[in-house]
């Protein structure tokens, strides 16, 4: 099983998951300070009109429900980003609500989403599923236009609870030359067990505050620092809401971590977050 996807290179084969809220540029380039081989955007729409940082050369993750905005889109960031994935398992209220991610289930716009996508870039394309009834259909689709297919083999209804079913993604992978990424409670523990079976590994809420996680793995030189996280964030102005959020989940782990968070919640200005200390 190689590194690579295509004609990206990639130093190993611990990725950091597409996350809402979490993986904004600071905290992806901390991860990959850590070790981790490749890091993912949140979700992100063909048709934000939001500043974007792909300064570290993440891959781009897009959500829709049509091709509208795609072309342009690519064009305009092809240079900045390390691969395209599509987002079709995002088991969200407000996926349900517009039909994108895990309830995109229409077989013809999938294909004609992944078909543009290929069409503007010589970039790696990859897809990101859960475990649904049209799974492996949706798989056949991606065989014709994607470099990789991510599998997180719990179904919507499930969200993030219960077990993932380990066997369902061995069928995937059992049924399709492309290499397969996993994803669904990959922890520093189990990695090793899980590359014996996928090409790839995405770790998501294990990483949450804890980007540490893959300099567990690879053996990076890393040291956890908040303040490190923040530096950034102040580099890239990030929103203050944002920078909080993290602070708040830089405290997993910590000793009086419930004391810490009440703190911080208090808190209502970056100036007043920097003089805090932890």
């Not at 004391?259 to 200390?277: A, C, P, Q, S, V």
């Amino acid at each position: 099983m190689g590194k690579n996807i295509k004609n990206l290179r990639i130093k190993n084969k611990i990725f950091l998951a597409p996350m809402e809220e979490v993986n904004d540029i600071a905290f992806r380039i901390l991860c990959k300070k850590a070790g981790c081989g490749l890091v993912y955007t949140g979700m992100i729409s063909p048709l934000s009109k939001n500043k974007l940082h792909l300064e570290d050369k993440p891959a781009l993750q897009l959500f829709c429900t049509n091709t509208n905005g795609i072309k342009d889109f690519i064009k305009k960031y092809n240079k900045k980003v390390s691969l395209w994935d599509l987002n079709l398992g995002c088991p969200a209220k407000n996926a349900r609500k517009h039909g994108f991610g895990g309830y995109l289930r229409d077989l013809n716009k999938i294909e004609e989403i992944l078909r543009v996508m290929r069409e503007n870039t010589k970039k790696p394309v990859t897809l990101k599923i859960r475990k649904s009834k049209i799974s492996f259909e949706i798989l056949k689709i991606a065989e014709k236009y994607c470099d990789a297919i991510c599998i997180h083999p719990r179904t919507q209804e499930q969200g993030y609870s219960g077990e993932p079913d380990i066997e369902f993604a061995e069928e995937i992978k059992s049924k399709t030359f492309l290499p397969v990424i996993y994803s669904g409670n990959v922890n520093d523990k189990n990695y090793k067990s899980l590359l014996e079976k996928f090409d790839y590994v995405m770790i998501g809420r294990e990483a949450i505050g804890r980007p540490e996680i893959f300099s567990k793995i690879t053996n990076t030189p890393f040291k956890k620092s908040f303040k490190d996280y923040l530096k950034l964030a102040k580099k890239y102005s990030l929103y203050f809401r944002q920078i909080k959020l993290q602070a708040m989940h830089f405290t997993k782990g910590m000793e009086n971590s419930t004391k810490l968070r009440l703190e911080i919640f208090k808190i209502k200005n970056l100036e007043d977050l920097e003089k805090l200390k932890y």
